[in-house]
């Protein structure tokens, strides 16, 4: 078993990639699939009259928008190795989504807009990924367009995120111009072309080694002049590589090339396969686990409600993170402090899943829900409590009442809110001695409001309002003596509580969050929610 565990370790590679929106990460994600031979023909996203929409969006309101809302596993083999891609949302509005989903990767794909440089949802998401050690990958992408140059874009990196850079590959022209990449470590030029296919299949490709007279028949002089030029510079001013640095994060193997045309996207996934590490052990409140200890244990990092509309199912995807899990195996449950059965299990691509019987560490599998998964949760084989960290819940920063259009579908829409809450998608609160009458819900990005109106329309046939609430900041409350009546008193405030029974204080602005911080200093106001194994007696200290 052991000789079996460490082999199907090795081979896995589980990464999410990272952007701002429209730098071309649901396009990268589709060619990666092609490469990969998950599919057959890529859809390409920018093209709203198509019929196809891309693999990787399976809701019907990403399809008609264009964009990624919810985050999507993808898993295919390539070259011997299990990869386990997890699609992210793009758009700022759904980042929580993204940061939980970052907690089951290994590694995170960096994506860059050649034209743009790194904009601010970038140095949001590398900010998480440094804070958790991921090793981070750079793809400048869209070189098919005219943009900065890429000595300029290496030094951004550096001032604005503060990490290094060595490029792997470097390219041969920009725009119209885009011959090619070179590939530093093989010294080899990979020329491709650009006929007839408009990015939905896989590129031709012819590789010449740079010190051989045919290199002149694919280059021309001043192409091979200026690459020659570049390349001299790097090696003489720029940083070594080392699998080390590149390890923690300390330093950012960089590619290039355009995921529309799939100009450089197959060497990039042949040497990242190459460079990024397989599964790593996970901190738990018990020290860390390693992957390769024998006993299965794993966490649930998200969990999606009807991705099957005719069957209205839950699905809740749990990162393995040690031993091997078996189908229909038990595991304990540590948050309900017992032991539970972990039922049919599936792999996906998007919406399609596949029924499977076991799975490695780093492969994130789908599990049927009935109700008894939270995101967060941590499950482990064996009568042991295993607490895996770092599935953050944050603070919401905008706020909402929620009504019922028709009151005879009040249940339909309690329901839909309970389950899309357990999903993330939304936090409820309700209003203190209220109950669910005119629940509260609050968001991290204002978009999520129309998720929440579409989702619960469609997939709960309920139709709500929603009264927005002068409110922008959060905060649970922990300490002895706290009173809400009186404290609500003060101004500026209401406090509410969340699934947990916790109080959580709603604030208007910065000043009456200050204010109450000065006024109360034996209380703690936290962005993050206490852990949730915790009563609500034990949080507030009473």
């Not at 969006?57 to 399809?63: A, S």
């Not at 005219?146 to 550096?158: D, K, S």
């Not at 850079?165 to 491709?192: L, T």
């Not at 694919?218 to 080390?244: C, P, Q, W, Y």
Request: with cysteine.
């Amino acid at each position: 078993m052991s000789n079996e565990l460490e082999r199907e370790v090795a081979r896995r590679r589980t990464f999410a990639i990272i952007s701002h929106p429209d730098a071309g990460k649901t396009t990268l994600t589709e060619k990666l699939l092609l490469y990969g031979g998950a599919i057959h023909l890529a859809g390409s996203v920018k093209a709203k009259r198509a019929r196809r929409h891309a693999t990787s969006d399976w809701m019907e309101l990403e399809k008609e928008r264009g964009i990624s809302v919810t985050s999507s596993v993808l898993q295919f083999v390539y070259r011997d190795h299990a990869v386990n891609l997890l699609d992210t949302p793009g758009h700022q509005d759904f980042s929580e989504d993204t940061y939980r989903t970052l907690s089951a990767a290994d590694a995170a794909v960096m994506l860059i807009d050649a034209a743009k440089g790194v904009e601010p949802q970038t140095k949001k998401l590398f900010k998480v990924c440094r804070m958790r050690g991921i090793p981070i990958f750079t793809f400048v992408n869209k070189l098919d367009r005219y943009g900065r140059e890429p000595l300029e874009l290496m030094n951004e990196l550096e001032q604005v995120l503060g990490i290094r850079s060595y490029p792997m590959n470097w390219p041969i022209g920009m725009g119209p111009e885009f011959r090619g990449v070179y590939d530093r470590q093989a010294r080899v030029v990979h020329v491709f072309s650009a006929e007839g296919s408009h990015g939905e299949s896989e590129v031709a490709e012819r590789s010449v080694s740079i010190d051989s007279p045919e290199i002149k028949s694919v280059l021309t002089d001043s192409e091979l002049e200026k690459l020659n030029e570049d390349i001299e510079l790097l090696d003489i001013g720029g940083d070594a590589f080392t699998r080390e640095k590149s390890d923690a994060g300390q330093l950012t193997p960089m590619f290039f090339g355009s995921a529309m045309t799939n100009f450089g996207v197959r060497p990039f996934l042949d040497a990242f396969l190459d460079l990024a590490p397989a599964p790593t052990s996970r901190p738990t409140t018990a020290g860390p686990r390693e992957p390769t200890n024998p006993k299965f244990a794993g966490f649930v990092f998200k969990i999606q409600a009807n991705m099957d509309p005719a069957h209205r199912d839950r699905i809740a995807f749990m990162r393995v993170v040690s031993g091997r899990y078996v189908k229909g195996m038990n595991a304990y449950h540590s948050r309900l402090g017992k032991e539970v059965r972990l039922a049919k299990p599936s792999q996906f691509m998007a919406a399609e899943r596949t029924s499977i019987e076991d799975a490695w560490p780093g492969d994130v599998i789908g599990l049927f829900d009935p109700g008894q998964y939270r995101i967060g949760d941590s499950l482990a084989e064996g009568n042991q409590e295993v607490l895996f960290e770092g599935v953050p819940r944050f603070s919401p920063e905008f706020f909402a009442v929620v009504r019922s259009k028709d009151p005879l579908r009040r249940k339909q829409m309690e329901k839909g809110l309970e389950q899309l809450s357990e999903e993330g998608t939304v936090q409820i609160f309700q209003q203190l001695a209220m109950g669910m009458k005119d629940p509260i819900v609050g968001v991290v990005g204002a978009l999520q409001f129309e998720v929440l109106q579409y989702r619960l329309e469609h997939e709960y046939g309920a139709k709500i309002a929603l009264d927005r609430l002068p409110f922008s900041h959060a905060r649970w409350v922990v300490g002895q003596n706290f009173d809400p009546k009186s404290f609500d008193w003060e101004g500026n405030r209401q406090t509410v509580q969340d699934r947990d029974g916790l109080p959580l204080v709603l604030f208007r602005d910065d000043w009456a969050l200050q204010h109450a911080e000065e006024k109360h200093p034996e209380l703690k106001f936290l962005s993050e929610a206490p852990l949730l194994r915790q009563s609500a007696s034990a949080a507030t200290g009473s």
